[in-house]
């Protein structure tokens, strides 16, 4: 059940109090549930936590961290799985206390951002415990929806990196958090707008941001056909667009990378989770006396189309750093 909390805040207070009475009633529905284990990735944990491991070790030559905010994709790992490894390498366990994760909604229409009615997330390695008192403080903005457990559950876009993240942080296992953040079809100003409210959490050493996002989603099945000849093959005119894309946001440039979108339509399905995430690294740099550099440092697709029968998803991995 999906609220409007700008229509009707007299409910969603008797509709929060009602969940907390029914949660702590029916303990089991504070754990959400590890659903496309044993279909988008291993089942099994010692078989995952090794295929983690080898990615990681495979992923030693991509070196651009600590990372504060990292770009990782979230389809099945037998396509991105070694991509995304470029990504988490670079985030250092020993200064993390919060994981922030931010994914875009596949299957529910959200005009704001929700956050998890859950307490816990399962993985096939161990449960990741979800921040309490961070969602508290962010329910507070009264920006923020709270996800059915259907919905929680169906989404893949945060699920998919909660395994690497329990595989990056296992020294720290049960003593750090998440914070689980869905994130809906944001017009411009409202992509500004939770991009000034991340940006103080964002400045705290002991946070890092995961921004869940797969790149352009090509072929008729996708209904994106967008091709420039002058590249040479269809996969080749991809590969450019999204490296267009791509320079915009190691440049931190979060209206060039609007209008980028409104021009080339470009499928990036976490377009505004990263949109949000470039105007809280524009609030930080415009407010404190840092410098922050933000690379990409693996690209892949899931084929290399041809012709406008085939179809294929891109793939990128990327790192911010404080200089």
Excluded at 188 to 213: A, M, W
Aim: hydrophobic share 35%.
């Amino acid at each position: 059940m999906e609220i409007e909390t700008k229509i009707f805040p007299e409910f969603i207070v008797s509709y929060n109090f009602f969940c907390v009475v029914w949660k702590a009633a029916n303990p089991a529905m504070t754990k959400r549930k590890a659903s496309h284990a044993g279909s988008w990735y291993l089942g099994s944990g010692s078989q995952l936590n090794k295929q983690l491991g080898q990615w990681l070790e495979d992923a030693s030559t991509s070196n651009h961290g600590p990372a504060k905010v990292i770009i990782s994709p979230h389809a099945g790992y037998t396509y991105c799985g070694s991509c995304a490894a470029h990504a988490y390498k670079q985030i250092n366990s020993a200064q993390v206390q919060r994981v922030f994760i931010l994914g875009p909604s596949h299957h529910v229409y959200l005009q704001d951002c929700a956050l998890s009615s859950a307490k816990t997330y399962k993985t096939p390695l161990y449960d990741l415990a979800i921040d309490q008192s961070i969602c508290e403080e962010l329910y507070s903005t009264g920006k923020f929806q709270t996800m059915s457990m259907q919905t929680d559950e169906d989404e893949h876009s945060i699920e998919m990196q909660l395994p690497f993240i329990a595989k990056v942080m296992e020294r720290k296992q049960g003593s750090f958090t998440i914070i689980p953040v869905l994130v809906g079809s944001l017009k411009q100003e409202t992509e500004q707008e939770y991009g000034r409210l991340f940006s103080k959490y964002l400045k705290d050493p002991c946070n890092v941001f995961v921004i869940s996002s797969d790149f352009c989603h090509w072929g008729r099945r996708f209904r994106y056909i967008h091709y420039e000849p002058e590249h040479g093959e269809i996969h080749k005119s991809i590969e450019a667009l999204d490296k267009q894309g791509m320079k915009l946001i190691e440049a931190l440039d979060p209206e060039g990378f609007y209008s980028y979108l409104q021009k080339y339509k470009n499928t990036i399905c976490g377009r505004h989770p990263i949109a949000v995430m470039l105007n809280a690294v524009k609030t930080l740099l415009s407010s404190n006396g840092i410098q922050l550099q933000f690379k990409f440092l693996d690209y892949k697709q899931s084929s290399k189309c041809q012709d406008d029968s085939d179809s294929s998803v891109s793939y990128a991995a990327g790192s911010l750093v404080v200089l």
